[in-house]
């Protein structure tokens, strides 16, 4: 009753299984953990506008920042996530890293990229985190109900790259 | 351990029960699905490890030199091995891509014609044309535009080559021809390009292998834009001239930027055939403007037909995209005819310019969007307006000259003055140029709207001014207002781009 215990219990196929499955487990942390190294994962959890065009797409986005106004006083992530709070902070960047990979990947984006909504309406009130007292008497609404949102982007669209 | 618990739970039934495979077959199945898991997770990561290896590749490489090249390697699937992305986009000018005024392929079946398909007839869409070319080749055969790769085929088994004797220049424009050239003038480029016309375009058509090829924009060595066409060289030489810049070698001179549109000029363009040998010339000497053109053909005295019906000496036009082009806002910009017409294409993490010439409507987000980020069919649609208006100011004009050879037609036996005959001819010629400079570029319009608007002007008012004079009216008579000639002076004086008449 005894003796077949330990044999049942090194070689039973659940053993093998549980091995196999921590084997798989651990090859897919190392692999992982290589691309990820590889890919340069590291860069993107800071703000360094170099990690934007790790993959080159944002060249020119990025040759028009460096030579226009605001390479001296605002990165990438200065305009293009929001300041409200950390962890939206983060949710936008993972999100963004998310779809840019998905995209770059897969190839499914336009030869010239565009900005979605979302992203145009973080940048939007990116503005007004440094510029919100100047612009206050031009953003004055027309009538008190008038919800019009102001959206400094579509005249100066060119000023964050140049 | 549980094994063990479940062991002596059960140990006092005599009976085993299988009370422990239940938690059993879950543990199994759990670990089986974090194996599976893991492997397709595993799979998955590997496969981004290498896209993400690739794209590195891409962006450190740009080209692999795996063949040498020299002025002698005319066939483009030699370069095709140094550049495989160019060479494969560049093959592709052989489908035929449908727009709002492409016409359509139709089946074609003609013995000894190895063509199945071929656009359709501008003729058959248009038959004013019939009346407008009336005794010239194109009256004959006129079909809309396809892609390069058929510049050759297209120009060897249209009726205007089969009917009718053509002279060897026009394989300027429809073949790689940089060695012939040289072959021709056994050496000597610029003597073989003055005896293409001297040998009867189906003979010469022989002696090519290929449609336009790299050779004739690239320098095989540098792979720098290079202008390889006498005639071009000649002609901007003398446009330069006229602007007072002496000594203009345009591959020594010319910007990148400039050379991006001028390599496409060196066939996109209004041209004639010069004396007995029939050389490629360029009408540029006094400017761009249809005017400027008009003027200098006046002044030569050249004449391309005698009109079948009415007996004018008319001149006919060509393709002009590059003088239409260099009228309007874009060309005032800077933005050459490439940055349109051959959009930058992203393959992985490297660019290249897309080497399958075409409208720019087939990827307006690749070519008008990197300029103009308004998006929701905004330039599309600006695109539609500028060729609708286009196309009504045409077609006005257009049946105002057919009007006027109808009259100068029946006026040929009616017993009016010859003066008023000749006069009324002049005009013809003036209308009928006008209307074929835009007619038979093919922007519709587009490369220059407002310029566009002001030639169909200019022909209707020929047109209208041909028939007066069947009336009796004189020149004299039909001399524009004197305020119109002080505004036209203004113009011309403030460098509005207008040059008269």
């Known amino acids: 009753m005894a003796a077949p215990q330990p044999e049942r219990r090194g070689w039973s196929p659940a053993f093998v299984l549980l091995t196999a499955a921590t084997f798989a487990v651990g090859l897919m942390v190392g692999l992982g953990l290589f691309t990820f190294v590889y890919a340069k994962g590291a860069s993107y959890l800071s703000t360094d506008p170099q990690a934007c065009i790790n993959c080159h797409v944002m060249n020119e986005q990025y040759d028009g920042w460096i030579n226009g106004v605001h390479a001296d006083v605002a990165t990438c992530s200065d305009c293009h996530m929001p300041h409200d709070n950390v962890v939206h902070k983060y949710w936008v960047k993972g999100e963004n890293g998310f779809m840019h990979a998905l995209k770059f990947t897969t190839g499914w984006y336009p030869e010239n990229i565009v900005a979605r909504p979302v992203s145009l309406a973080i940048t939007n009130e990116a503005c007004l985190y440094c510029h919100a007292e100047l612009t206050n008497d031009i953003r004055h609404p027309g009538t008190p109900d008038d919800g019009e949102v102001f959206d400094c982007v579509r005249c100066h669209s060119g000023v964050g790259h140049g | 351990m549980d094994k063990e618990r479940d062991m002596t739970q059960t140990e006092p039934d005599p009976q085993p029960v299988p009370a422990p495979e239940p938690r059993q077959r879950k543990r199994t199945f759990l670990l089986g699905a974090v194996l599976v898991l893991a492997a397709t997770a595993t799979f998955a990561i590997a ?75 501008k003729l058959e869409e248009d038959p004013r044309l019939v009346r407008m070319w009336d005794g010239y080749p194109f009256s004959v055969d006129y079909r809309h535009a396809r892609g390069h790769a058929f510049m050759t085929i297209d120009q060897q088994f249209t009726l205007r080559n089969i009917e009718f004797k053509q002279p060897g220049t026009c394989l300027n424009c429809h073949a790689s021809t940089t060695a012939l050239m040289s072959e021709l003038g056994n050496g000597d480029v610029q003597a073989g390009f003055e005896a293409m016309g001297t040998v009867p375009l189906k003979e010469l058509i022989e002696q090519v292998e290929h449609p336009v090829a790299c050779i004739d924009c690239h320098d095989p060595s540098t792979m720098a834009l290079r202008i390889s066409r006498p005639a071009f060289k000649a002609g901007i030489a003398e446009l330069k001239a006229s602007e007072g810049i002496e000594n203009y070698d345009v591959n020594r001179d010319a910007t990148r930027q400039e050379m991006r549109s001028y390599v496409c000029a060196q066939c996109h363009v209004e041209y004639y055939f010069a004396g007995e040998n029939k050389v490629l010339t360029f009408p540029w000497d006094k400017g761009l403007d249809v005017d400027n053109i008009f003027d200098y053909y006046m002044e030569i005295g050249h004449v391309d037909w005698t009109h079948a019906g009415t007996g004018a000496k008319v001149l006919k036009a060509q393709h002009p995209e590059f003088e239409l082009w260099s009228q309007g806002v874009h060309a005032a910009n800077g933005v050459s005819c490439t940055d349109c017409h051959m959009g930058y294409v992203r393959e992985g993490a490297s660019k290249v310019s897309n080497h399958q010439v075409t409208t720019p409507m087939a990827d307006v987000n690749a070519t008008c969007g990197t300029c103009h980020s308004t998006g929701d069919g905004v330039l599309e649609a600006r695109v539609t307006t500028i060729q609708d208006r286009f196309i009504e100011s045409r077609d006005r004009a257009l049946d105002a000259l057919v009007a006027l050879i109808d009259d100068l037609t029946a006026a040929q036996t009616d017993g009016t003055p010859e003066a008023s005959l000749e006069l009324a001819r002049t005009y013809q010629n003036k209308a009928s140029f006008y209307i074929d400079i835009v007619y038979s570029e093919n922007s519709y319009g587009f490369h220059a709207p407002d310029y566009t608007q002001r030639i169909l002007s200019q022909a209707l008012d020929a047109a209208r001014k041909g028939q007066l004079a069947l009336q009796g009216a004189t020149a004299a008579e039909l001399e524009p207002s004197e305020v119109t000639r002080n505004n036209l002076e203004q113009s011309l004086r403030a460098g509005g781009g207008h040059t008269g008449g």
């Open chain 2, 47 to 121: 496969a981004l490890l290498v896209t993400i290896f690739q794209h590195q590749q891409e962006s450190a490489q740009t080209w692999v030199k795996v063949v040498e090249l020299d002025e002698t390697t005319v066939d483009p699937s030699i370069w095709g091995q140094n550049f495989p992305s160019q060479y494969q986009a560049y093959l592709r000018t052989a489908e035929f891509t449908e727009s709002a005024h492409s016409g359509v392929l139709v089946p074609h079946d003609v013995a000894g014609d190895p063509r199945s398909e071929v656009p359709s007839s």
